[in-house]
């Protein structure tokens, strides 16, 4: 694969047209910088009934406050914009393609 040269960096021709195309994040979600973040702004958007069901757990949370904290002892450590053109998202998932996947479960049995 060859590659260019564009400022102190190397991208694979993919990505440097991909880089030229211009993607904006939409302005609601310029604020979301972590989970939290779009846990609050879910909060304001979603029916009282529906956000609680998605987002809190049975009886005193005990998983839910498990999980978190046991996902407190990783940290990420940002790396911007360093080789992202080998980076990839995408999965197939019956048949079909997603090049950034995310789901959240069914909730069609609540009536919600």
């Known amino acids: 694969m ?3 040269r564009s ?6 021709p ?4 991909e880089s ?6 939409p302005s609601k979600l310029s604020c979301v910088l972590s989970l939290d973040d779009f846990e609050a702004l879910t909060r304001k958007r979603l029916p009282r009934q529906l ?8 009886e005193n949370e005990n998983t839910i406050r498990n999980n978190r904290d046991a996902f407190r002892a ?4 940002p790396r911007v ?13 019956f048949g079909r393609a ?3 996947p995310f789901s959240i479960s069914p909730v069609g049995l609540a009536a919600m």
């Open 20 to 25: 030229q195309a211009t993607t904006r994040t």
């Open 2 to 4: 060859s590659t260019q």
């Open 81 to 93: 914009l360093k080789l992202v053109f080998e980076r990839d998202q995408g999965i197939e998932l």
């Open 98 to 100: 997603y090049r950034s």
């Open 14 to 17: 993919n990505a440097q047209r």
């Open 7 to 12: 400022g102190d960096s190397m991208l694979a």
């Open 51 to 58: 956000f609680s069901y998605i987002a809190n757990g049975a």
């Open 74 to 77: 990783f940290e990420f450590m």
